[in-house]
């Protein structure tokens, strides 16, 4: 078992910069010279080696190093950037051709020139808007099943954090601690709280700093089922008896603002423990209807209920079940506005935002971390929500 679940990252990772590298080295179009050549190589194995060996050691060095953090983040983007943007070229070049179009502009002839600095522009871009704090949002949320005396409570959510190599366990608690400015009633962690388990105690410990009167209440993202799951069940246990911070796991809770009691849903992700294979779709909904099943089991009508869920596809089962708002995350919202707007629908009919059915609504909020440090016109957030009734005037 590896110490950190980015293991699997490092070696996408070391796809791309292979691929990369292959385009520099064998594309004649694309090639670099003799000397330009030996000096990627000789970066990209010493990058991509510092990275690998760093999840082997006792401590995180992306973690206790910001500029390794920075040299390794934006050398992942710019070689992923040049991928794109080369096997762009050569799709265009090929259908130019096909289409006997002469190709006689210097950018055809020479198209690193342009190519690498466009690359680099994209990566500085991306990784500067990943790695800049998470901007504050606040909405004050109108509900029509909301009772009136649930008023004014307000209620923070923080979502993939993804504790790692690229988002540390002092960040989260530098989040937690701008939350507590905002005086929140209850804080909500609705998945993928981390993905390196050396910094398990101190993720748990920024959570445990909040100082919202009702506590954390967290669910299980997809990243906690990945790779070690009983010691994140563990700390979570532990954390539960001493009253911090408390997990749902298809199960519900009741709590009480002002003396009105309210009751709190949390659903599991759906996929098996130990494992990154995606579920069918039929096999997905399946879960899905069995985890609302066990989570509604002995759900009080009467009262008001809040639902937390990592994977927003959830929203649909929690509607049919009379809940009045629902948290989720998960998406990133793609992560940058090309994917959100293309391939990011094939991953979920609710990407980021606000979403309602009939008189449930439910916000998906787009995280504030992630585990490629990547964010371009996606960025990080953190969330509060003031609750009002919904009145209609007579």
């Known amino acids: 078992m590896t110490i950190s679940t980015t293991l699997w990252f490092v070696y996408r990772g070391m796809i791309y910069c292979g691929i990369a590298g292959l385009l520099l080295t064998a594309i004649p ?5 003799k000397r330009a050549l030996q000096l990627y190589w000789l970066t990209n194995l010493l990058v991509m080696s510092v990275w690998y060996v760093s999840q082997f050691s006792a401590q995180n060095w992306l973690v206790t190093s910001a500029p390794l953090r ?3 983040a934006l050398w992942l983007n710019t070689n992923m950037a040049y991928v794109a943007a080369g096997m762009s070229f050569l799709l265009i070049s090929l259908l130019l051709r096909l289409f006997r179009r002469k190709l006689r502009n210097l950018f055809w002839r020479k198209p690193n020139a342009w190519l690498i600095p466009f690359a680099g522009i994209l990566s500085v871009l991306g990784v500067y808007e990943a790695m800049s704090p998470p901007q504050l949002r606040h909405f004050d949320v109108y509900l029509e099943q909301l009772p009136p005396a649930l008023e004014g409570m307000k209620i923070a959510q923080i979502t993939d954090s993804h504790v790692g190599d690229f988002v540390s366990s002092a960040e989260l608690a530098s989040a937690v601690n701008r939350l507590n400015a905002e005086k929140p009633d209850l804080l909500v962690m609705t998945g993928d709280l981390l ?6 105690d101190s993720a748990f410990a920024a959570l445990a700093s909040t100082n919202a009167p009702l506590g954390v209440v967290a669910v299980l993202g997809n990243h906690e089922k990945y790779q070690g799951l009983p010691a994140i069940l563990q700390k979570y246990n532990n954390a539960e008896t001493s009253d911090q911070i408390r997990l749902l796991v298809d199960e519900r809770m009741n709590l009480s603002y002002r003396g009105t009691e309210f009751q709190i849903v949390g659903v599991d992700y759906p996929i098996l423990p130990d494992s990154r294979r995606k579920l069918a779709e039929t096999a997905k909904l399946e879960y899905l209807q069995s985890s609302a ?5 002995d759900v009080t009508r009467e009262q008001w209920i809040l639902c937390l869920t990592h994977h927003p596809d959830f929203f649909d089962l929690a509607a049919a079940n009379q809940t009045s708002f629902s948290l989720a995350g998960h998406t990133h919202g793609g992560q940058a506005l090309p994917l959100g707007y293309t391939v990011g629908r094939l991953w979920s009919d609710y990407l980021k935002g606000w979403f309602q059915r009939q008189q449930s609504q439910m916000y998906v909020s787009v995280g504030m971390g992630h585990v490629w440090p990547y964010r371009l016109g996606v960025p990080t957030e953190i969330v509060t929500f003031t609750l009002h009734p919904k009145i209609y005037p007579k």
Not at 29 to 33: G, T
Not at 195 to 200: I, M, S
């Open 29 to 33: 179009h694309l090639r670099l010279h």
């Open 70 to 72: 920075w040299v390794i």
């Open 195 to 200: 993905d390196d388990e050396r910094q398990l």
């Open 293 to 297: 099943k066990k989570a509604f089991r």
